[in-house]
T-cell receptor, first 114, second 114 residues
Framework: DAGITQSPRHKVTETGTPVTLRCHQTENHRYMYWYRQDPGHGLRLIHY???????DKGEVSDGYSVSRSKTEDFLLTLESATSSQTSVYFCAIRDVGGVRNEQFFGPGTRLTVL | AQSVAQPEDQVNVAEGNPLTVKCTYS??????LFWYVQYPNRGLQFLLK??????LVKGSYGFEAEFNKSQTSFHLKKPSALVSDSALYFCAVRGNTNAGKSTFGDGTTLTVKP
């Protein structure tokens, strides 16, 4: 299995509080992604990174920010959590080059915003 | 913009029967196509991919998928279903001109009954 961990795995917070989710990889892969998974919506891309300090928005980036100061870590921050951000968040990584273009996913973080 | 459609929310089959999970896509340029599987309370796991070459690709756990360019489809198949195949299946597409973003379908829940 690809070395991807997410922390915390579960979090309950209140509306208006800041929240930071961490994704850590040991594979030295260039690309890292944050998705949210909601019933009926599949996986939707929030932000992704194509290198240290290089990030771009996905389809549902409003209310989220990211940072990548090291290859191995990709942080997702909710500056002021809202109930609509209650979801399961998945991190993924992807290498470039060769034929290995698939993504590897972390175990997920279940976030509840009350 | 790229998109993926999985027209069936749910597919039910009897154990031992063949199964098909449908996927159609829209993308600029040549597509990279993927199938992932998600078991309860787990992250997504890669099953198989089409990058180039033979239209019939084989993957993990006896699954295969057929790329049909004229119909823009990439249906997932298995000749003989197992109860353990019951899970949520996602199709994903990425254009070869796209820097890194994949688009996922909404997922299809496969239930295999004994």
């Amino acid at each position: 299995d690809a070395g991807i961990t997410q922390s915390p795995r579960h979090k309950v917070t209140e509306t208006g509080t800041p929240v930071t989710l961490r994704c850590h990889q040991t594979e030295n892969h260039r690309y890292m992604y944050w998705y949210r998974q909601d019933p009926g919506h599949g996986l939707r891309l929030i932000h992704y990174s194509y290198g240290v300090k290089d990030t771009d928005k996905g389809e549902v980036s409003d209310g989220y920010s990211v940072s990548r100061s090291k290859t191995e870590d990709f942080l997702l921050t909710l500056e002021s959590a809202t109930s609509s951000q209650t979801s399961v968040y998945f991190c993924a990584i992807r290498d470039v080059g060769g034929v290995r273009n698939e993504q590897f996913f972390g175990p997920g973080t279940r976030l509840t915003v009350l | 913009a790229q998109s993926v459609a999985q027209p069936e929310d749910q597919v039910n089959v009897a154990e031992g029967n063949p199964l098909t999970v449908k996927c159609t896509y829209s993308v600029s340029g040549n597509p990279y196509l993927f199938w992932y599987v998600q078991y309860p309370n787990r992250g997504l796991q890669f099953l198989l991919k089409y990058i180039t070459g033979d239209n019939l690709v084989k993957g993990s756990y006896g699954f295969e998928a057929e790329f049909n360019k004229s119909q823009t489809s990439f249906h997932l198949k298995k000749p003989s279903a197992l109860v353990s195949d019951s899970a949520l299946y996602f199709c994903a597409v990425r254009g070869n001109t796209n820097a890194g973003k994949s688009t996922f379908g909404d997922g299809t829940t496969l239930t295999v009954k004994p």
